[in-house]
């Protein structure tokens, strides 16, 4: 198993532009998060979703959105990316019943310029 | 009372001591409290967690101390060593479901 992997690893935006960050996870987990991780400030959690077609918004929504069209994908879009969306962004899943440990992928280092 | 505090901010130990890391909360609700480790360039990863109806928890060098009348949880780690310098985050959740986490504590464990 591969867990959960994040692409791309390092992305430079300038203001006002839009990507897509992606997440996939093969341990067929059906609650999937997206957090970003400040310096000093843990992590916040964006969106999240309980399963496909189903997602939410958690602390930190606003400038994101997600979508959840299959069990294993959960993108992280950015919209007109600002600076104060330079971040690390953590992609974590976690399976339904039983333990309650969440899997984070590598992360993704964005920076707005 | 969503929150979590954390601290210290930072540690500094010498090899073979003992690092004692101490987080609080608010929310009553709150069942689940993790900790996890994360190195440099990594994401976290579960290092040892409890629920509220032990007062404490050990898995090797790693311990946890709950205590639910004070809401406080620490992670102590015993006979620290150079490889346990990282960042710990304590979180906390109900049900396991939408995670709250610690500011984060960055341990540093001199040789």
């Known amino acids: 198993n591969a867990g959960v992997t994040q692409t791309p690893k390092f992305r430079i935006l300038k203001i006002g532009q839009s990507m897509t960050l992606q997440c996939t996870q093969d341990?067929?987990?059906?609650?999937m998060y997206w957090y970003r991780q400040d310096p000093g400030m843990g992590l916040k959690l964006i969106y999240y979703s309980v399963g496909a077609g189903i997602t939410d918004k958690g602390e930190v929504p606003n400038g994101y959105n997600v979508s959840r069209s299959t069990t294993e994908d959960f993108p992280l879009r950015l919209e007109l990316a600002a600076p104060s969306q330079t971040s690390v962004y953590f992609c974590?899943?976690?399976?339904?019943?039983?333990?309650?440990?969440?899997?984070f992928g590598p992360g993704t280092r964005l920076t707005v310029l | 009372q969503q929150q979590v505090k954390q601290s210290p901010q930072s540690l500094i130990v010498q090899k073979g001591g003992i690092s004692i890391i101490n987080c609080a909360y608010e929310n009553t609700a709150f069942d689940y409290f993790p900790w996890y480790q994360q190195f440099p360039g990594k994401g976290p990863a579960l290092l040892i967690a409890?629920?509220?109806?032990?007062s404490e928890k050990k898995e090797g060098r790693f311990t946890i101390s709950f205590n639910k009348s004070a809401k406080q949880f620490s992670l102590h780690i015993m006979d620290s060593q150079p490889g346990d310098s990282a960042t710990y985050f304590c979180a906390a959740s109900t049900g396991g479901f939408k995670t709250i986490f610690g500011a984060g504590t960055r341990l540093f464990v001199k040789a």
């Open positions: 341990m067929n987990h059906n609650y």
């Open positions: 974590a899943s976690r399976e339904l019943a039983g333990s309650d440990t969440q899997y």
């Open positions: 409890i629920r509220p109806d032990v």
